[in-house]
């Protein structure tokens, strides 16, 4: 069992820069993959970034690899979104997201919000223009 608590988000200007967090409880954390996703009101929930269990491997949506960067610190069960150059269309709720099954199940990674089982509340980003 996994639990994912989210935080950083905020109310920014565009053109600024965030850093979201993910706290993770629970042992087998940093044997999985994760993924941050984003939705908007109104909209789907949309894929953001992905990372392999050991941050070996990382994935992008094409739109955000620019300014956006994933990352984890196993050693304390967390990982990070980097977001730069805060436009008014990244305002969205924030989540972070692990599948139950660990690392050796998964040969790519996976980016679809049903690939994974553990969710946490979400933290909110306002992009102010």
């Known amino acids: 069992q996994v639990q994912l608590v989210e935080s950083g988000g905020g109310l920014v200007q565009a053109g600024s820069s965030l850093r979201l967090s993910c706290a993770a409880s629970?042992?087998?954390?940093?044997?999985?993959?994760m993924a941050w996703f984003r939705q908007a009101p109104g909209k789907e929930r949309e894929f953001v970034a992905a990372s392999s269990w050991d941050g070996g491997r990382t994935s992008y949506a094409d739109s955000l690899k620019s300014r956006f960067t994933i990352s984890r610190d196993n050693a304390k069960n967390a990982a990070y979104l980097e977001m730069n150059s805060l436009k008014p269309e990244d305002t969205a709720l924030y989540y972070c997201?692990?599948?139950?099954?660990?690392?050796?199940?998964?040969?790519?990674?996976?980016?679809?919000?049903?690939?994974?089982?553990?969710w946490g509340q979400g933290t909110q980003v306002t992009v102010s223009s």
């Open positions: 997201a692990a599948p139950n099954r660990g690392q050796f199940y998964w040969p790519y990674l996976p980016t679809r919000p049903l690939e994974y089982d553990y």
């Open positions: 629970g042992r087998t954390f940093s044997s999985k993959p």
